[in-house]
């Protein structure tokens, strides 16, 4: 398998993905959604954030809010 090299700008989209994700966890329940609903968003969004924490192209972002978000 040949390695595949990430660009900064890539790094950077990825890093803007998963903040998103942080942000819509930090944000809380919408209003109008189910508990359901909001529950596999909130999984959803977790998951995301597990795999982005498991990549090796981080540089110098912070990534602790993924981790706390993540948790």
């Known amino acids: 398998m040949e390695n595949i090299e990430i660009t900064a700008e890539q790094i950077a989209q ?3 993905a998963a903040m998103d994700s942080v942000n819509l966890i930090n944000a809380g ?3 109008g959604m189910t508990a359901e609903d909001w ?7 977790k998951e995301h ?3 982005m924490l498991a990549k090796d192209f981080w540089t110098t972002e912070n ?3 993924l981790q706390a978000a993540s948790a």
């Open 63 to 65: 990534l602790a809010p």
């Open 39 to 45: 529950a596999d968003c909130v999984a959803r969004n």
């Open 29 to 31: 329940q919408p209003e």
């Open 49 to 51: 954030l597990k795999i």
């Open 14 to 16: 990825h890093y803007s």
